[in-house]
């Protein structure tokens, strides 16, 4: 009868279901993690800070995982060397090693050695004094704007661990050619888009001033954003430095755009043509718009909204300049510098009221990248200034390398751009790729 209820267990271990040893697996962890929680309160260990459980865990697990590394290496495990084994080499001894931690701060380990000197631990690797996603979060505190001593201030309070500002600044330097590789990449032959516009940050050179870092994002004919670079300017850029960025997206494979959607930037209009020639240039017509209130007195600002309406959403350009001359004559007088503010940007405003209204809803403003330069502001604001151009590029680079984690913002942009890629492929269907090379 033993031997049947053993045969009947066996069967019954057998067909147990994966759920089942799942969750026997979680029970099992949770055992144990309720031991170690027991014996720590016995011993009176708390279960964070420099003495507490999870720092002594953590060490167990790193001395146990760099023991079967070594073991590994050797071929046989610690007093258990074979008299006929080949290999002669043996464990000597340990050797103290003090790392930082994601979760518990610095700990001191004990790392095993070798007789012959050939071990090469993995886990922890020889020179190695930061595990994997200290790096992660240093970077992510630099892309939110902290400076190097608020990231080592912030390692001491959180983690009680000792960071020096010359330990960030060389784990921050190390994305340098990652941006350099990233600002190098080929691009997609042509886009249905693309936006520029400029963050104003504050670097010190020799005294603290404002400089105008410039960001464009190309929009792809899958629907798909993409940050095509990032440029330091002076604020005095004219048709030469607009000419060097615009070959650089060039040169990296883009050879047509079919909007080029910017807002005022001087030079920039005039050698679009030389680079693209088939490309409009469109003005955002929302900063056009915010201009113009900025222009007038509160009071009218219902009233102005209403008359402006008719110029942005006229069926022609005919119907456009009607409509302008009507704001003209009934704000002329007390706000001409609105009409003038139109006037002057009218070259570049008409161009998208000969396209249906997908088109239109999509080109009619910078809104693609004003969402990326909210995040920028946010970083540049944490930060103050910059010491050089250089470490404001770095810090805008990681905020760009940190965007939409998730991929749920990627799918509703591409989702709200459907309607208009339609449209775009039947009004430019000469200029859209062909199957086989799209």
């Given at each position: ?275 693209w020639p088939l490309t ?19 009071k009218d600002w219902d ?81 103050g200034h910059f010491p ?51």
């Amino acid at each position: 009868m033993r031997g049947g209820e053993g045969a009947v267990m066996t069967t019954t271990l057998d067909v147990v279901s994966p759920k089942k040893h799942q969750n026997d697996d979680r029970s099992a962890e949770a055992a144990a993690a309720a031991e170690l929680v027991r014996l720590a309160k016995e011993q009176g260990l708390a279960l964070t800070g420099p003495d507490g459980l999870l720092k002594l865990f953590t060490k167990n697990v790193l001395e146990t995982a760099l023991n079967e590394e070594l073991t590994e290496h050797l071929g046989h495990e610690k007093n258990r060397a074979g008299a006929d084994r080949v290999n002669t080499n043996v464990r000597n001894g340990t050797r103290p090693k003090t790392v930082l931690t994601e979760a518990t701060g610095q700990v001191t380990i004990e790392v095993p050695r070798d007789r012959e000197g050939t071990f090469e631990p993995q886990i922890v690797r020889k020179r190695q004094r930061r595990l994997n996603g200290v790096e992660e979060i240093v970077l992510s505190l630099y892309a939110n704007g902290l400076t190097t001593g608020e990231i080592s201030a912030h390692f001491a309070q959180i983690y009680g661990a000792s960071v020096s500002k010359e330990t960030i600044s060389r784990i921050t330097d190390k994305v340098i050619d990652e941006m350099n590789e990233w600002s190098a990449r080929p691009l997609d032959e042509v886009y249905a888009a693309i936006f520029i516009d400029a963050i104003v940050v504050k670097i010190r050179d020799g005294q603290v001033a404002n400089r105008p870092i410039y960001a464009a994002i190309g929009v792809t004919l899958a629907g798909e954003k993409d940050v095509l670079g990032l440029w330091a300017g002076t604020g005095g850029e004219g048709a030469k430095f607009w000419m060097s960025v615009l070959t650089d997206i060039k040169n990296r494979g883009v050879r047509d755009t079919f909007f080029l959607v910017c807002d005022g930037l001087k030079g920039l209009p005039e050698v679009v043509g030389n680079v693209w020639p088939l490309t409009t240039v469109q003005t955002c017509i929302i900063h056009l718009i915010r201009n113009t209130f900025r222009l007038a007195s509160k009071k009218d600002w219902d009233a102005l909204k209403r008359d402006v309406k008719p110029i942005y959403t006229a069926p022609n350009p005919n119907a456009a300049r009607a409509a302008l001359e009507d704001l003209d004559e009934k704000w002329g007088k007390k706000y001409g510098a609105i009409i003038r503010l139109w006037e002057s940007a009218w070259e570049e405003f008409i161009p998208f009221l000969d396209y249906d209204v997908e088109i239109r809803r999509i080109i009619c403003s910078t809104n693609a990248i004003e969402s990326l330069n909210a995040r920028y502001r946010r970083a540049v604001r944490a930060r103050g200034h910059f010491p050089t151009e250089q470490a404001a590029l770095k810090c805008l680079y990681l905020v760009t390398r940190s965007l939409d984690p998730t991929g749920r913002g990627r799918t509703r942009w591409t989702m709200r751009w459907k309607p208009a890629l339609n449209a775009f492929a039947i009004t430019f269907a000469d200029r859209w790729p062909a199957a086989e090379t799209y």
